[in-house]
């Protein structure tokens, strides 16, 4: 389904990873693991699209998704370091112009089901700006929820997450592994999942 | 003196009365925003002692 | 001494208190407007240089002054809330912007309609007109800081003390428009002469002038009460007051 | 795709009118900085109906330049850009609406409001209609290749400067024909010309900018 | 405390000499507007020489104010302002270090580019030297003033627009004086009068801006 | 040496925390628990006297910090979520810096050996913005051994440190106590502190 093809990266002048292949098959769960500054951002930014590496190329359905970007976008969901929250919109108004990037429009009440499935049951009118760090991560767990996509692309997943949020990290992406999904992410905390997951090591010598 | 003279204001009619068209219309602007604005804020408040409330009787069930 | 006016500058008390307040300042700002009116527009004589224009008068002169002395207020409030942390101060200050910014706006456009029959044109590049599109400016920096820093106290402080500077930059302001117009006397500035008062005329002028200081006295409180209640909105008080509405 | 054109103008209306404040903020610039050339030079009648359209049209065009970073600035920032680059919809039409609603939050409200300014520099009437009909076609295209340059400099730390180096000289041709129509309409001659050349300049950033800006942002992301 | 004043300075001089086209900025934002108006104005010799000081004083003022924010913003977003704001140094010399660094960065590369743009509008001599002198004194307060609004402004998001309009009505008189200054000299008549005037500001400006931001800073941090 | 007094916080509409009362004694360690949004960095950022309370005060020594600012600043130091890096300057440079607000002169020499304990060794004259996120937050490290502060206050020391970084961390809080200094901080990863250490809890009640 998914696979990435002897990749290479360089920042400045360090090579962070090269001739990096793997593939994600439907119902896979695929840790990228690496120490600071190994190189998992840059890696799953390319993965995206958004970033070309310097030689390789990754492929969606045998197609390189540079020249596919739209079959590969509307099946695909990508969370970053970045919170993407607006603090002048409300939750659901934050969690609807999410979804329409992806040009999907869903009721208010199938909003409101996934915002009290992550937590923020009655945050709907709350906006943004009155949010901890851990309620707006959360805006991103009930966008994934919604996306629909096939494959997601998770980075950190768990920062500023506390306890009960992590449970609820793991059991979502059980719930979609289970439903056929895959899950490509990297984490620094432990995520326990009951399942197994395949990984990927970035950059073994670590310094300092 | 009288009425049509009055509003002619010796061929000022528009300066004069367009100056105390403004000023009313701001000094009106000026009576009515707080009044708004304090229904808003009264009602903003109403709302926040509801979710409390509901929250409350949520934690307590 | 000090505790006695924590006490009765608590915005609690403020509230209980400003209601009657407001009763009798809007009352009394209404009479005095209407009658100076009556006199300004129906016994002031015509005056024999302007001719009925003049009339403008009445709202300019007022509404110019009150442009001043509300900065002045909202200064020495803000001034008040810095040094002396006094919550009241600051909401007083924040009260008053709005309201002075529509006194400027109004001094601005009475003059500038009162400015084309006189000098030809709605507007001239002189020292008192520039000073005072100045102020509007600095109450809409006031307003525009106020409202685009989140947390209430660092907005209140940070508005403030723009304020205090913006006193000092007010003399500075009109005496250098001033002096740069003189220097360059020429076919430029319209003087205006004064217009010699009659009697007649100034008793209305000075009738107005009063109902527009009345007028903005209620209006302060009204305004003071809204953001009492809305920065104490988890305070009991105001949760108690709310739920007997 | 119509309607992912529509979803996103509207969400970028309601921003910008959420924080009020923001909205004013380029009129209010537009304003002070005409205000300042007056103080700055002898106000004679005549000298300031000379400067008058060039004033006019040099503010302008700074106060689209200054309110051009929160084009992308933000969304960059908080990573909603990247999620519209993910988006399925084709990048352009995006732009196209981020761009859209950046004019009528600065370019429009700076049409409405530049008569009254004419008028306080003692422009005849003439010359102040075809100062709204010049901004009207100059202040979208202004917006327009203001979003190339934006979308090359939002990811570099102070790019304010930076930005008005790249920008400025692709907004000469612009200030050129609008100030100058200004300027021959105010001496009572035809400018058929200079607008018809604004509407040709506005017909080719329409076609061309999008397609600019949507490379360059696939560029910046690539970081 | 001088040691903390030089120790900073430095720092600040460094981290710009560093970037190298940071440098350049202020200076080439300055040469682009002021030859904007050439371009927008029918440039008659004459015309030119009327609204020379007032475009080099505008333009200049405008420069500094969107220099401005490198003064704080990049220590705010890093969180060395906070170290700043914590040293045992009085905070007021720390800000002073400052806003000297910028004025070096900025005023000054301003003060010795203008005069070369001063010949290139037609001004005559003797107003070029008053450009000169006028811009000495008053750039070090356009830099003094900029500080409290930047240190004001520094934790608002889009903080670029609401800076000028809390800045530009601060530094209307300066502007005025600045211009006036010029403009007289033009005409051969003696200057001194706005020369003392902006004297007696930069030492009002310097004797009360920095505490005035340091009250600022210390109320931006509180939150 | 250092105590809080009914110290009362309030952001936005929410109580976060009121009549909140501790001490820190010499050699004292205390860690301020809470769940995300608890208040923590509030409450440190009131501690440092970067923020005002709503109520109560801060004393250093019996004086409050806030008229007493010279003197407490001598003899704390604070890291907060941020970075402090400039990434234009290279390491030495960046310390040096962070040691020129506190007034300190030291030797190149004494540096480098600070930098080599943090791992830093001969990164010197790497400029900050070619390091990783774990690397930058070193250059603190050094910058707090090298402080000579009694009190340390610390908002999430342990923020994108790998597992040496973590042990390294834990060490010099240590060292630091037995030398009779106190240490403030807050962390959402467990702390393996071989020592007593006292805990003040926020935020009781967490939502979602
Ligand atoms: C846009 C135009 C104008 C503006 C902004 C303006 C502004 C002001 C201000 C700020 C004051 C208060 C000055 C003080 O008390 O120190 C004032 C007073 C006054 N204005 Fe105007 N004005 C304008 C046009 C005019 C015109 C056209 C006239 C009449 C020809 C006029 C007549 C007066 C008079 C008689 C006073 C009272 C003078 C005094 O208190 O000694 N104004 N105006
Ligand atoms: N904008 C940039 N410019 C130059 N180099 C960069 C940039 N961002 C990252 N790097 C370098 O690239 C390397 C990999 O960075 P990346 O963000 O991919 O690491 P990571 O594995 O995600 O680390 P972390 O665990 O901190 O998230 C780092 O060593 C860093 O120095
Ligand atoms: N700038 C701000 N404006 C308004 N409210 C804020 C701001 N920063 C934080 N808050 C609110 O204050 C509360 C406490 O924030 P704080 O950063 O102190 O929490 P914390 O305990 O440090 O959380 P974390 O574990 O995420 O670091 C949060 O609920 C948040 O909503
Ligand atoms: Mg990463
Ligand atoms: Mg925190």
Redesign the pocket.
């Known amino acids: 389904m998914f696979e990435a093809k002897s990749l290479e990266?360089v920042?400045?002048d360090?090579l962070?990873f090269n001739d990096l292949s793997f593939a994600v098959a439907e119902s896979e769960v695929l840790q990228?693991e690496?120490?600071?500054?190994?190189?998992?951002?840059?890696?799953?930014?390319i993965l995206c699209g958004l970033r070309l590496p310097e030689a390789g190329q990754v492929l969606w359905q045998e197609e390189s998704i540079i020249s596919n970007r739209e079959d590969y976008y509307a099946s695909m969901v990508y969370i970053g370091?970045l919170p993407c929250v607006k603090g002048d919109l409300t939750v659901l108004e934050n969690v609807r112009s999410l979804l329409d990037t992806r040009s999907l429009s869903l009721s208010n009440e199938q909003i409101e089901v996934a915002l009290a499935k992550v937590g923020l049951a009655s945050y709907e009118d709350v906006p943004g700006k009155a949010l901890s760090s851990g309620q707006r991560r959360r805006i991103l767990l009930a966008f994934i929820e919604l996306s629909q996509a096939k494959l997601w692309i998770l980075?950190?997943p768990l920062t500023a997450l506390d306890v009960q949020g992590v449970t609820l990290m793991e059991s979502m992406i059980m719930e979609h592994k289970q439903a056929g999904g895959s899950v490509v992410f990297?984490t620094?905390h432990g995520m326990q999942l009951e399942c197994e997951m395949s990984s990927v090591q970035?950059?073994r010598r670590s310094r300092g | 003196m009288n009425w049509s003279e009055f509003f002619h204001m010796g061929g000022y009619a528009f300066f004069v009365w367009t100056s105390y068209a403004i000023t009313f219309a701001v000094m009106l602007a000026n009576i009515i925003l707080p009044i708004v604005q304090r229904k808003k804020v009264i009602a903003r408040i109403k709302r926040s002692i509801k979710r409390e409330q509901i929250e409350q009787n949520r934690e307590s069930t | 001494m000090w505790h006695w006016i924590q006490r009765f500058s608590s915005p609690k008390h403020f509230y209980g208190m400003s209601a009657p307040l407001i009763k009798w300042f809007s009352v009394s700002a209404l009479l005095l407007g209407v009658y100076g009116l009556y006199l300004g527009l129906f016994v002031a004589p015509t005056d024999y240089q302007q001719g009925e224009s003049y009339r403008i008068i009445f709202i300019h002169v007022p509404a110019a002054w009150m442009s001043m002395f509300v900065y002045m207020v909202m200064a020495v409030s803000s001034g008040i809330g810095i040094i002396w942390q006094i919550r009241l101060a600051d909401m007083v200050a924040a009260a008053s912007a709005p309201i002075g910014a529509s006194f400027a706006f109004v001094a601005l456009v009475t003059g500038s309609l009162w400015g084309k029959p006189m000098w030809g044109a709605y507007w001239v590049w002189d020292a008192r007109l520039t000073s005072e599109l100045i102020l509007l400016f600095l109450y809409l920096g006031y307003m525009a800081l106020q409202s685009a820093i989140e947390d209430q106290r660092s907005a209140d402080k940070a508005s403030g003390l723009l304020a205090i500077v913006g006193v000092v930059n007010i003399p500075i302001i009109h005496y250098s428009v001033e002096w740069w117009n003189t220097l360059h006397q020429g076919a430029t500035v319209t003087k205006f002469d004064k217009p010699s008062m009659h009697i007649d005329m100034l008793i209305p002028l000075l009738l107005m002038a009063v109902a527009f200081k009345l007028f903005y006295a209620a209006l302060v409180l009204v305004r003071t009460r809204n953001e009492a209640l809305y920065r104490d909105r988890n305070r009991r008080w105001v949760r108690e007051l709310v739920e007997r509405l | 795709m119509l309607k992912a054109y529509y979803h996103l103008l509207i969400r970028d209306l309601r921003l910008a009118l959420r924080s009020r404040h923001e909205l004013a903020n380029p009129l209010i610039f537009f304003v002070l900085v005409v205000t300042l050339f007056p103080l700055a030079v002898t106000p004679t009648p005549d000298a300031l109906q000379t400067m008058a359209p060039g004033v006019i049209w040099v503010s302008a065009l700074l106060a689209v330049l200054l309110s051009l970073d929160r084009l992308f600035k933000l969304d960059y920032e908080d990573g909603s850009l990247d999620q519209l680059m993910l988006s399925p919809n084709p990048l352009m039409i995006l732009v196209l609406a981020k761009v859209t609603a950046h004019w009528f939050l600065t370019g429009l409200p700076l049409v409405i409001i530049a008569p009254l300014l004419g008028i306080f520099m003692s422009l005849p009437a003439e010359a102040v209609i075809v100062l709204i009909y010049s901004l009207l076609l100059g202040t979208p295209v202004l917006s327009l290749v203001g979003a190339i340059g934006v979308s090359l400099t939002v990811a570099v730390n102070r790019g304010g400067v930076l930005l008005s180096l790249i920008i400025l000289p692709l907004y000469i041709p612009i200030l050129i024909f609008g100030a100058n129509a200004v300027d021959v309409a105010a001496d009572g001659l035809p400018v058929t010309g200079q607008l018809l050349f604004l509407g040709a300049v506005l017909a080719l950033a329409l076609s061309l900018a999008p397609l600019a800006t949507s490379v360059a942002l696939r560029i910046t992301a690539s970081?």
Chains 1, 6 share one sequence.
Do not use: F, M, Q, Y
């Open positions: 990266c920042r400045d360090r962070l990228i690496g120490a600071n500054g190994s190189g998992k951002t840059s890696l799953l930014r370091h980075d950190e990297t620094h970035l950059g | 970081r």
